[in-house]
């Protein structure tokens, strides 16, 4: 019983947490005339969708990767 009890308890606080907001952080890298280059750029997509991105934007010399994080990072391309 005291373990339903403790249970119960856990599950109603953990929504109370708002959690940050999180966001699909993609990184793309390829080379050029000049040499290496990275862009890192934010989108407002879940993980599945971030996947699909990574899946668009790689091809040809330009290798991405993408991940979920609440810490994203915009940089001008």
Request: charged share 20%.
């Amino acid at each position: 019983m005291l373990k339903k009890v403790v249970l119960a308890v856990g599950l109603i606080a953990i929504p109370s947490i708002a959690p940050a907001e999180e966001q699909c952080q993609l990184e793309c890298k390829w080379v050029t005339g000049k040499g290496e280059r990275v862009t890192r750029s934010c989108h407002a997509l879940d993980a599945s969708e971030c996947a699909n991105l990574v899946r668009a934007e790689t091809g040809g010399n330009k290798t991405c990767q993408g991940y979920i994080t609440s810490n994203c990072v915009q940089e001008a391309k």
